[in-house]
């Protein structure tokens, strides 16, 4: 199943959700998927696992996990203890006025987990509790919407992620991988995401892995969700997202350096993942900023 676009219905001059202790079964959880926004989720109750990118966690209550923007991930409940989590998703436009002179940036520790590979962080307990209050602070807002209810659940939201730029750096990098997956599909993961238009066919990426294609098939399902020619378009989409708003470029020299051959290929897969045409998302994108 291609990776699907989670749909927002955000207010473009708030541009904020949370989804408050949703009870995560493995029925009723997202397929893989990426979105624009970044997302934050802590763990309340139950178990089970979260692929981030390449990596595949181990969650459970007071696990905080950090998604940025254009991000591969799913999570997998336990059938047997199903999660009960809090996601807030959020644009960086929101926090354009808390960027301050002293060199804080409050997205610091989504910016640690992109460049790190290593999307959870393991919190202190009075971290916890003041995480937890930030998150039902912002809850209450939003059901009583009272006068100045947005600035209040922006102000909420800086104070929690100040608590997570105040975390030493080694709390940022303290969980690697739990193992769960075998050293050589996360190598693979790895060479995918770094170069995802000369990463080869999966005959080549499997004899790199000194594994069968079959056997390399079945294993990378189980961790993604996706079969591999999936997962390796939505790398090379998520490329032309980034490049269809860094650069000039036209639509087809985009398409093309990301390995498209065909523009109707490419149009119809970057609809399916954005909901939009690659003309529509720059335009949109341009205009909001």
Known sequence: MAPIRKPFRLDPSFPLEVVYRGVRYSDNELPDHVHDLFELVYIHEGRGTFFIHDTVYDKEAGDLFLIPGNTVHRAFPSADEPVVSTAVFFAPALLQSSYASDHYNPLQSFDTARKKKQYKISLPEHVKERIEAAIHAMVNELATQEAGYQQAIALHLQQLLLQLFRLPATRNSANAAT??????????????NRDPVQC???ASISARAN??????????KELTGMNVTEYVNTQKLIRAKEQLLASDDTIEAIAISCGF?????????FKRLTGVTPRQYRVLHHAAT
């Open 211 to 220: 594994v069968s294609p079959g056997h390399f098939s079945r294993v990378f």
């Open 261 to 269: 051959q065909g523009m109707r290929h490419f149009y119809q897969n």
């Open 179 to 192: 193992g769960i997956a075998p050293l050589w599909m996360l190598a693979a993961l790895r060479e995918i």
């Open 200 to 202: 080869g066919s999966l």
